[in-house]
């Protein structure tokens, strides 16, 4: 069973505009964690945040969660044609460090 | 080390065959996991080990399938009987538990399995 659902599904902008994706979840967490796919591709993982943590950088990735409301984000700034990939939400609920994933959204930058 | 490593990439089988896949987990890593994902969703989980002993099985996992981990290092996901409902992309990751927290998963290239 998928415990996150992405949202939107699909995104599509323009090279160097930013893009936004949102992750909710049904159960509290340990630490949520974002993931890219390439299509075809096992997953490369990103960014980790932490039940205690609010916001974190890495690069042009910034992620927020807001547990209150079971939900986090993931913005890309300054997006690149590499950046065409599936992205993932992946929770750990136990604290065990198994991962269940969402659904995923399809981003895809246009030159 | 060359991260986490499936074989084969690709299966195509007919209904009814025996189908065995291979993962190589990155060599210092305690955790070993198997995902399963279908066309447009994500990973779901089948099962996992902490170096050779399997700690959970998903319901997703019938009889027909089994896992193994020997001697905690590589790994083999078998699949007996196959239907054509088992065609996915069948993944592999491993972890370090604990000390990798802030490193997450890493993820092989999958295998992705056809049955005809």
């Known amino acids: 069973s998928q415990q996150g659902e992405e949202d939107p599904q699909a995104l599509s902008i323009q090279e160097g505009e930013n893009a936004t994706m949102n992750c909710s979840y049904k159960t509290s967490i340990n630490n949520l964690q974002w993931y890219r796919q390439n299509s075809g591709r096992g997953l490369v993982h990103l960014i980790l945040i932490r039940s205690n943590e609010r916001e974190k950088h890495s690069g042009r990735l910034r992620v927020t969660l807001d547990t209150s409301k079971k939900s986090s984000s993931l913005l890309i700034t300054a997006s690149r044609a590499a950046d065409t990939a599936s992205y993932f939400c992946a929770t750990d609920a136990s604290g065990n460090e198994k991962l269940t994933f969402g659904t995923g959204t399809r981003l895809t930058i246009i030159p | 080390d060359t991260g986490v490593s499936q074989n084969p990439r690709h299966k195509i089988t007919k209904r009814g065959q025996n189908v065995t896949f291979r993962c190589d987990p990155i060599s210092e890593h305690n955790r070993l996991y198997w995902y399963r994902q279908t066309l447009g969703q994500g990973p779901e989980f089948l099962t996992y080990f902490q170096n050779e002993a399997q700690l959970e099985k998903s319901r997703l996992l019938s009889d027909r399938f089994s896992a193994e981990r020997p001697k905690g290092s590589f790994s083999t996901l078998e699949i007996q009987r196959t239907e054509q409902g088992d065609s996915a992309m069948y993944l592999c990751?491993?972890?370090?538990?604990?000390?990798?927290?802030?490193?997450?998963?890493?993820f092989g290239s999958g295998t992705r399995l056809t049955v005809v």
């Open positions: 990751a491993s972890s370090l538990k604990g000390a990798g927290k802030g490193h997450g998963y890493t």
